[in-house]
Structures are given as C-alpha cells and as structure tokens.
C-alpha cells in the first residue's frame, strides 16, 4: 500500500471519456471541482487534470482525489484502494438515471455464429461484459477474443475487418464522437454507470467530494453529457454482479 503525503498534492483524473473532442470541457468541469474544495478548505490540488499517470499507478495513489474506473475494475487488485464516491447520470442517454448501455456494433449487418471479437479490457462493463451477456443471448460463439486497449482501437480493428463483433460504451460513442460506419445492431442490457472513485485515503472527504462534482455538473453538466449524480457504493456494483471476473480467453492486441 502507499502511503498518502500530505506535502505532495492531489490530483484528478477523468480518462473515461477524456479525448481530443471533450478535452476542452473537461479540464472546466475539473477546475469548478477544484474551486468548490478550495473554498472548503482543500487547497492542494492540482488545478489540470493528470493525463500523464496509468490507470494501474493511478488507482494505486493516495494523491487520487477523484477518479474514474468501470464497475468490474473495483474487484480487481489494481482497484482494490478506491472508494465509489458516486454515479453520474448521462443526459444523452435513454435509460434509467445512473445508468448506461453498450451499442453491440458488427462489422456486416448479419452476425457471424461464430465472430472475432475485440474488447477493450477484460474488466470493461461496457466493452467485454456487455458484450458476453450479448452473446450469451445471442447463440453466438468466438473464434478469437482480442484486447484492443480502447473503444477506439475497438472501432478501427472492426473497420478494418480484423475483428467481427464489439461492444462500445453508448455515452463514449457520442461524447467522444467515434465515428464508425460499421452497423449498430443492437444495444446492451442497462448497468450501472462507471463510478466517480477516490483512494481510500481521501474517504474521509467523501461527502465534499459528492458535493464537488454535484456542483459542476450543475455549471458544466450539459458540455459534458451529465446531468445529476446518484450516490452508491462498492456494494451496489457487487450486488450487480460486477465482483465476477471475465472468463473470457484473450488475445493482446500486438504492437
């Protein structure tokens, strides 16, 4: 465990859906997060947003104040130090508020019994379990499964027919403007969002942080895709099933 130094300061990291596209909305949602708890008394946090640090590394800081990660990810031993702080609600999608879906996306229109499969990590809700519950449902079978490392590289391995079958996070499609002209088949049962999360050596600060990102989503939510918060906790996506690890078989996407 590492250990929290309290003259070293704190960070966020909002890599979710951190791209080109939303960069610019980002990094404001982030700096009304660090005026508010500078107000109440934080004052060592890093005004920009730290892209710079692996998710691993990241996870693993007690300088992490406020984070993100996919529901499965907290059962893993890289997220086993983060504490749920709360769920966003997507304003751009139709489902339940604090919730979210995949679009099941086929390199044809009609799907292969048996497919390639790309998914961006094995602990993705929205890339890997949604998409083996699909097809689970679906009678299909693999014939290889690839880690692509991203949504996007996800996309470009359907594009360019080295993969069949994807499933890529709904609200990440639109945010981050992936553009694919492969066809949507079909969308994913609903889950719960990917958690806003902090290290566990800022739980003490919980509520204030809940308080924090309620308050720039009510500035910056519309340029960013939210608009509420749901509080939860670890149990709410262990009781979802997201505590079962992928059993899927992958293939690392070479260099």
Known sequence: MNNYNKNEALYGSLSWYDNPHTRHALDEFWFSVVQFLRQRGIDNICTDLQRDVGLEALWGSPQLIIGQCCGPDLFTPAGSELNVIARPVFSDLDCRPGNYFS????????VPRAARVAVNSPSSRSGCYALTEWMEANEVNT???????????????????????????AHSLHQCQLQNDSPVIDRSREALAPPFVSH??????????????????????????????????????RRAGMDQPSSVPVTPLAN
């Open 143 to 169: 014939t290889s499964f690839t880690v692509s490392g991203s949504h996007k590289n996800s996309l470009a391995l359907l594009e360019s027919h080295q993969a069949d079958l994807i499933a890529v996070d």
């Open 103 to 110: 679009y099941i996306m086929c390199r044809t229109n009609s």
């Open 200 to 237: 566990n050596a800022s739980d003490h600060h919980r509520e204030l942080l809940f308080e924090a990102l309620l308050h720039a989503i009510r500035v910056h939510g519309h340029a960013v895709g939210m608009s509420g918060l749901i509080e939860c906790g670890r149990c709410d996506y």
